[in-house]
């Protein structure tokens, strides 16, 4: 069995332990923000902060993600206030992908 939390939610996953963990992300979790792109990496469609650090979750295999802290692009839309990197995107007018 694998504990983890995700945007501060607990969360057990009794599956694959080789599954990527934007799989669960999506499907288990049902957060729809983690995006797959390219399923190797590269694109970075899929970041997720994994205990603090950013990681490509395509290629993070559940196993390896067992007892972490997970925040998703989702957790920067749970509260009241724009988080820094959204009002960073609004002064610099980044548009959003196309995902």
């Known amino acids: 069995m ?3 939390s995700v945007n ?3 969360f057990s996953f009794d599956g694959d332990e080789e599954m990527p963990l934007l799989w669960f992300i999506r499907e288990n979790a ?3 923000g983690t995006k797959y792109g390219c399923g190797i990496g590269q694109c970075g ?3 997720v902060h994994m205990d603090g650090e950013a990681v490509r979750s395509c290629s993070i295999p559940m196993a390896e993600a067992a007892g972490a802290d997970i925040k998703t692009i989702k957790n920067l839309a749970d509260s009241e206030k724009l988080h820094f990197v959204q009002r960073a995107w609004i002064a610099e007018d980044v548009p959003q992908c196309g995902y």
Do not use: D, H
């Open 45 to 47: 469609a899929c970041t």
């Open 2 to 4: 694998i504990e983890l």
């Open 8 to 10: 501060g939610k607990a």
């Open 30 to 32: 049902e957060l729809s």
